[in-house]
């Protein structure tokens, strides 16, 4: 079902085999990564759900290049005896594409659950930290972690917990080190939506601080060129 609070479009390759997950309502769904190249070079292996109806409409051919379209969606799973948010492409459709091996693009309309997180790396780029609650249809919502940087970083900083927000961005992995009780470091993968454009969906509050109902705030242009 198209949802147009939440769309996703993305072009890569399979990473490995498919593997059988789960039924819903005696249709199965199989789960895996797929391979999407940025302009930079870097891969991004991100997590992917297929309904077994779209299942057909694989190639065979081994490396074939794909587009898929559908939604960023997201579910608890316990891992280690603790609660973690997963996060997936969930195909709605499946096609062959030869080209465009970058396109990327999110488009997601939600409210903040938790209060956005400002901050500056140690190099001085400004990153602000949004959690996004998307409705799904049945009542459901898909809580989706989004990132902002630069001039976008600031506007998203002023926002609110059940502010409206509309945004575009490319979903991304990130690799992390998690610090443990005994002191190891434990690898992890993160997922997010990294913004590109970046506006208040109902408008008062862009108007309030300098950027017109309506009108994006432009991604940095050194931003699009470090990812």
């Known amino acids: 079902m198209e949802n147009p609070n939440n769309r996703i479009i993305a072009v890569g390759r399979l990473d490995g085999e498919l593997e059988l997950s789960h039924e819903v309502m005696n249709e199965p769904f199989y789960t895996g990564f797929l391979l999407v190249r940025r302009l930079s070079g870097t891969v991004d292996r991100l997590p992917l759900t297929i309904p077994g109806k779209l299942m057909a409409l694989l ?3 081994p490396d074939c290049q794909l587009m898929m379209t559908g939604q960023v969606r997201s579910y608890n ?11 997936t492409l969930f195909a709605q459709s499946i096609a062959p594409s030869p080209d465009n091996d970058t396109l990327n693009k999110v488009s997601l309309t939600g409210a ?3 209060p956005p997180i400002y901050r500056s790396t140690p190099f001085g780029r400004e990153i602000c930290d949004m959690m996004l609650a998307v409705n799904r249809a049945f009542g459901k919502s898909d809580y989706i972690p989004c990132i902002a940087w630069g001039r976008n970083a600031q506007y998203a900083s002023r926002f609110e917990v059940g502010d409206h927000v509309r945004l575009t961005g490319r979903l991304q992995s990130r690799e992390y080190q998690k610090l443990l009780e005994n002191g ?5 993968n993160a997922y997010e939506v990294s913004c590109f454009t970046l506006e208040s969906a109902e408008g008062s509050l862009s108007e309030a601080y300098g950027f ?3 009108r994006y705030a432009p991604e940095p242009a050194e931003h699009r060129r470090l990812n």
């Not at 799973?77 to 997963?86: E, H, Q, S, T, W």
């Not at 190891?184 to 992890?188: A, H, T, V």
């Open 77 to 87: 799973k316990v891992i280690d005896g603790a609660g973690r948010l997963m996060v």
């Open 184 to 188: 190891e470091y434990l690898s992890r």
């Open 59 to 61: 190639p065979q051919e």
């Open 112 to 114: 903040l659950c938790k």
């Open 212 to 214: 017109p109902a309506g």
